[in-house]
């Protein structure tokens, strides 16, 4: 087995983890040079992430033919790099031996571990990684208010934590932009915590691993009004029915229906994480800005305005 | 991202449409925006596309802007974001975006974490619920917005409070006044799938058979086509 040619197919952002288990980074162009099929098992490793070489699902060549074939990496979860740089990739073609038939090396851009591709939906990858750290977060600040919380009607428990949340941490920040002037840039929610600000994403990335760590299910919104232009805000799920809504308030414009798995629909809530103020102004600039571009402009329906879930 | 997200977020809001109120006959109220207030309407206040206006009994509003005019009838709520003319294509988009508002189908996720703050007993429904007929009132709004010419944005706000107010899906009369716009229109799978939800309620002889005719009337047209 031979290779004629591999390709890089994206360069490696290592916080998205699981994204290199789904999608292959690398696709190689190798050919069958015997006249009988052959069993060959595709391996990789990038220099500095990966000490052993990670193998991809095995392929069955014909005779004297060539085909494309995927390769995979895994990034170790305590992999970290505050810096953007060029390293090496090496990919091999094992069939019968241990030694390989053949082996390409190709420079491959392996950016820092704040580094982002852009795309809302990896955001998700950032909130997973710091789940303890916001955990042991919010359960000091919902000892602090237990008798509230105890006092509650159950139903508006998911809401007033939110509410609590918000106000002992996001509120208290500050906006900044991205430190970087090219390519995207995003903080791990602990560090936005100790710098205390961050940038849309940041701020939203923060606010949701706060609700979802306690159980509150969010969602970004992703707003691509402009080419140039994009933002991030939030909205959570209050786990109120539409019947519920007049316990939290008498504004019908301020939340949004949305049916879950089991048919059951439930009140959301967007959230402005860029208002730097208290709550109720977060959740009062928050719908006005889903409002008018997400439903009366059809934002969602033409795709410039997506929602996309964190689980 | 964002050098100029703060730009955006500045100036995103600000409203395209606008109406002067010409005129207000006994109670008329309206909510800006994320206000949590009613206030008082006089004539003359210039009401923005992000407001609600609300009328009492006996009460009504004529509002104006450049191309339109509109007079909202008593006992009556609309969004004045919805007194606007839609294409047929945009109320396609609308009804599309219901499913899309909806979370992904997966599994309903339970939290890591597993403490349990205070000592509630079992998911209550709070005793301040009441009923509400401010969903009435939204459908009365959607209705006249109809009348006034404006049909396919009174199917969405129709929608819209079905969904906020699900004790108004109930009410038959205003659920078949709507369903017969979309066959109006010609949107007759649209309308045929809100038919059959209507048939499942209770239903006086001369709906019942309005809505079995309609029914048959689709599907004689659908095998056609």
Not at chain 1, 290 to 300: C, T
Not at chain 2, 31 to 40: L, M
Request: charged share 30%; net charge negative.
């Amino acid at each position: 087995m031979e290779f004629i040619e591999v390709k890089i197919d994206k360069d490696i952002y290592p916080t998205l983890t699981e994204n290199y288990l789904d999608y292959p980074f690398a696709y190689g162009t190798i050919v069958n040079l015997t006249d009988k099929y052959i069993n060959v098992k595709p391996l990789a490793r990038i220099e500095g992430i990966n000490e052993e070489s990670i193998q991809s699902p095995a392929s069955s060549i014909a005779p004297n033919d060539s085909a494309e074939v995927p390769f995979y990496i895994i990034i170790p979860e305590k992999y970290h790099s505050d810096k953007t740089a060029l390293s090496y990739s090496y990919f091999y073609l094992v069939t019968e031996n241990e030694q390989p038939d053949d082996q390409f090396q190709k420079a491959i851009l392996v950016n820092s571990s704040n580094s982002w591709d852009g795309r809302v939906s990896d955001l998700y990858y950032l909130i997973k990684k710091d789940l303890n750290f916001s955990t042991m977060n919010a359960k000091k600040v919902f000892n602090e208010y237990k008798t509230i919380l105890d006092t509650l009607p159950a139903a508006l428990e998911n809401f007033y934590k939110a509410k609590l949340l918000f106000n002992r941490f996001i509120k208290n920040l500050v906006y900044t932009s991205d430190p970087r002037a090219t390519g995207e840039y995003v903080q791990f929610p602990h560090e936005t915590f100790e710098l205390k600000g961050g940038d849309c994403d940041d701020l939203s990335v923060f606010y949701s691993l706060l609700l979802e760590s306690v159980g509150i299910q969010t969602a970004l919104v992703d707003y691509k009004s402009d080419e140039m232009i994009r933002h991030v805000n939030l909205l959570f799920d209050t786990d109120l029915s539409p019947e519920q809504a007049e316990l939290i308030t008498k504004n019908d414009s301020k939340y949004f229906i949305r049916e879950s798995l089991k048919g059951k629909n439930e009140i959301w809530v967007p959230v402005e994480t860029t208002s730097l103020t208290d709550f109720e102004t977060a959740w009062k600039i928050g719908p006005e800005k889903f409002n008018k571009e997400a439903v009366n402009d059809f934002g969602i329906a033409t795709g410039k305005v997506q929602i996309i879930d964190v689980y | 991202m964002k050098k100029i997200i703060a730009f955006i977020f500045l100036t995103g809001i600000i409203s395209a449409q606008s109406f002067t109120v010409k005129n207000v006959t006994s109670e008329v109220r309206y909510q800006k925006g994320g206000e949590e207030n009613w206030v008082q309407l006089q004539k003359g206040t210039v009401v923005e596309n992000d407001a609600t206006i609300l009328t009492g009994k006996k009460s009504n509003v004529k509002l104006r802007d450049m191309d339109t005019e509109f007079t909202l009838g008593e006992s009556s709520a609309v969004s004045v974001s919805s007194i606007k003319k839609m294409r047929i294509d945009d109320l396609l988009l609308a009804l599309a975006m219901e499913d899309m508002m909806n979370a992904p189908k997966k599994p309903n996720k339970s939290s890591d974490n597993t403490a349990v703050y205070g000592t509630k007993q079992g998911e209550e429904v709070s005793p301040q619920l009441r009923p509400n007929d401010f969903g009435l009132k939204r459908l009365n709004g959607a209705k006249q917005l109809a009348e006034n010419g404006m049909e396919e944005s009174s199917v969405v706000a129709a929608r819209e409070t079905y969904r906020k107010y699900p004790d108004t899906k109930k009410l038959a009369s205003y659920r078949i006044y709507f369903a017969d716009i979309l066959y109006k229109k010609g949107l007759y799978e649209e309308a045929l799938k809100e038919y059959y939800e209507i048939s499942k309620l209770e239903l006086s002889k001369e709906e019942k058979d309005k809505v079995d005719a309609k029914v048959e009337a689709i599907k004689t047209i659908l095998v056609n086509k």
